[in-house]
């Protein structure tokens, strides 16, 4: 049985990530995502920091974004960070952006990351053995 693994955090919209009208663009909602990761990594041992010491860098390879209603200006925005659990060697994140306000869902999202050596060069086919650690650990029971 699988535990879902989840996060929750808060994101000021910033000055600079919106257009004149106050409105922010539409590629600073996959920055969202970002944070949530980020959050996601420190809550549950899996930061950037904690794969690059044990030799590896996980690029995102597609991440999927559907508009729901604008974010603005001084807004704050939740980010709820969810894990998929998958046995490839990747890790699989659905996102789901809500305005802090009022609750209303903004965004939903999606992203994949692989898992590649320090130098970025060769592909992981299978799990690197920390993250088999790291699932057993967190996400089966």
Not at 24 to 30: E, K, N, Q, R, S
Not at 32 to 54: C, N, T
Not at 124 to 138: A, C, G, M, V, Y
Request: hydrophobic share 40%; net charge negative; with cysteine.
């Amino acid at each position: 049985m699988e535990i879902e693994l989840s996060n929750r955090t808060e994101v000021l919209v910033r000055f600079n990530e919106t257009d004149p009208l106050g409105i922010v663009w539409h590629g600073h909602y996959i920055r969202y995502f970002e944070d949530g990761r980020e959050a996601f990594g420190m809550m549950h041992g899996l930061g950037y920091l904690d794969v690059y010491k044990h030799g590896y860098v996980i690029p995102v390879v597609n991440v999927q974004c559907d508009f729901k209603r604008p974010l603005r200006y001084g807004d704050r925005v939740i980010v709820e960070t969810k894990y998929i659990p998958c046995e490839a060697a990747k890790m699989k994140f659905s996102y789901q952006l809500f305005n802090a306000a009022n609750g209303e869902l903004v965004a939903t999202g999606s992203s994949v990351q692989v898992f590649l050596d320090k130098e970025g060069s060769v592909l992981q086919l299978s799990n690197p053995r920390f993250f088999e650690d790291w699932k057993e650990k967190h996400v089966l029971i």
